[in-house]
């Protein structure tokens, strides 16, 4: 198994959790004198988080009035070593990847390359859904707005295994919708990238080309790439860090090339910060056109409702690729992202008044981006804040898998007393396999039943027996006490003739059959 990476439902980005104000409010401008007066704070607070060890590293950026008005990096690319964080470390962004990846198609918009309506069916023939009227009907505007009825897990699990790109898309034709078509929201990092793939065939270039070629190299973001090994390949790079029980780890690496649109994009804060200004100049940056404001703005729109923001209140709204919300300091626009194999990201765009922000961390989980960011704001617009953001931010993120886990720990703390002795493990071994899977190998050795996945094989996990033909993996190495379960279904003649495997059954798609040796 790679210890290295880990299942993709763990890391896939949550931006779903972040927002801004908590009651409606008209913005205004507000001065630059204002917007640097609350710079001194923000710098000492960044500071104290990286001394108190809240955070290994941070690289924050403040634009306003498309100006650059602070970029600084503060602690350590990683815990133990002596290389700080400066202005160019580039960062793992995670789901910060969709807004930019927006950019990128709202600049082929813009060039009539494509349009926010074209049909997937049209720019890529392949394409599949699981029933017949999405697949013919889904444009890019619905991918990027996650109501495709695509199920937020969908194709994450088969990442986690080891699975390609195209593997990953072919197979979301398996996949049953959570919801129909148009009418529910279920962010999704497969749907996206689905999206931004079919704005690619229609320039004849991979994703990867196309986004260096419309945004990374025109804005001078040459530090930007949407391939993991472009990140690996950079000096000056911030490593993911863990805590597992021994303080911050940079134990585990994220290859995020298969969902790259959506969570692969790799970027300093200093090229993020002109992608900001381009955002917050509506597709002007230094007197030029780059993009047709129609075309950017469109990413803006609030197209579906998300409820109330769980810290803020704030009524929110998720647009292309980007958060919308009418909070207490008026519009924003944006959008967060995490890895919990160690990654935090934040961005936070008050267009009204030409203001943004840049928080970037290599460390989950933590709240200290949108602590930084939610308290700078409170600082320009109100002068002050009253409210402890870092704490109430810290505990979403530490709880935001922290319901599941404790019931998997409480579940499978202690077997039953007396257990229910297992069947020799000879009855379970065998090869198993669904579509959406492909195979899955049980065999026994030395006492021990290990379960391996993927196209290879290569992701192994040993077995713990737990009652008569229940069995636990622990799949997760930024998480190694959560168990999973392993449940098999014996025929009349004592043998394993089904393998449900929890942690690729999300969406009912788990239960592989017994392949006849």
């Known amino acids: 198994m790679d210890r290295g990476r880990s299942p993709a439902w763990r890391w896939m980005a949550v931006a779903a959790v972040f927002g801004f104000g908590c009651a409606g409010a008209l913005a205004e401008p507000v001065s630059r004198d204002r917007v640097m007066a609350a710079l001194p704070r923000l710098e000492a607070m960044a500071q104290q988080l990286v001394a108190n060890r809240a955070v290994p590293g941070l690289a924050i950026a403040v634009v306003h009035e498309d100006q650059v008005v602070f970029l600084k990096g503060f602690g350590l690319r990683e815990a133990g070593r002596a290389e700080t964080v400066d202005p160019d470390t580039v960062f793992q962004i995670a789901s910060l990847s969709k807004p930019v990846s927006a950019t990128v198609v709202a600049a082929l918009v813009s060039n009539g390359v494509v349009g926010w309506d074209a049909k997937v069916a049209d720019l890529d023939p392949a394409f599949r859904l699981h029933d017949a009227y ?68 229609a320039t004849g270039r991979s994703w990867e080309e196309v986004a260096e070629t419309q945004l990374f190299k025109p804005l001078g973001m040459a530090s930007s790439s949407a391939r993991h090994a472009d990140f690996a390949a950079r000096v000056d790079r911030a490593a993911l860090h863990v805590d597992i029980g021994q303080g911050w780890e940079a134990k585990v690496t994220r290859d995020a090339d298969v969902q790259a649109p959506a969570g692969g994009v790799s970027s300093s804060a200093r090229d993020l910060a002109q992608w900001m200004r381009l955002e917050l100049g509506k597709g002007t940056l230094d007197g030029e056109r780059r993009i047709r404001a129609e075309a950017l703005a469109a990413t803006h729109e609030p197209l579906m409702a998300r409820g109330a923001n769980p810290v803020t209140g704030a009524a929110s709204f998720y647009g292309l690729g980007w958060v919308v919300e009418f909070g207490r300091h008026g519009l924003s626009w944006g959008h967060a992202g995490a890895f919990s194999a160690g990654a935090r990201t934040l961005v936070q765009l008050y267009p009204d008044s030409s203001l943004g922000i840049l928080v970037l961390a290599n460390a989950f989980p933590t709240g200290a981006p949108e602590g930084l960011a939610n308290s700078y704001a409170d600082w320009v617009f109100d002068g002050s804040s009253r409210q402890d953001w870092l704490a109430d931010w810290d505990g979403v993120y530490s709880s935001l898998f922290g319901p599941a886990n404790e019931t998997a720990r409480a579940v499978y703390a202690k077997p039953p007393q007396p257990p229910s002795p297992a069947l020799p493990l000879a009855a379970y071994a065998g090869r198993y396999r669904n579509d959406y899977v492909g195979e899955a190998r049980l065999a026994e050795a030395d006492g021990v039943l290990t379960l391996s996945l993927g196209p290879k094989g290569e992701y192994a996990y040993p077995l713990q027996h737990f009652d008569r033909d229940l069995f636990l993996a ?19 003649q004592g043998k394993a003739e089904t393998v449900t495997i929890e942690l690729l059954d999300d969406n009912h798609l788990g239960t592989l059959v017994r392949v006849a040796d």
């Open 134 to 201: 999405p697949s013919a009907e889904v444009t890019l505007r619905d991918l990027f707005a996650h109501r495709s009825g695509l199920p937020g897990s969908a194709g994450n699990d088969l990442e986690a295994i080891g699975f390609d790109r195209d593997t990953v898309m072919h197979r979301l034709r398996l996949v049953p919708p959570s919801s129909s078509f148009r009418a529910g929201y279920a962010y999704s990092n497969a749907g996206l990238t689905a999206g931004a793939l079919a704005a690619a065939k």
């Open 474 to 492: 622990f799949p997760t190495p930024e998480m190694p006490d959560v168990p999973s379960a392993v449940r098999f279904a014996i025929d009349p």
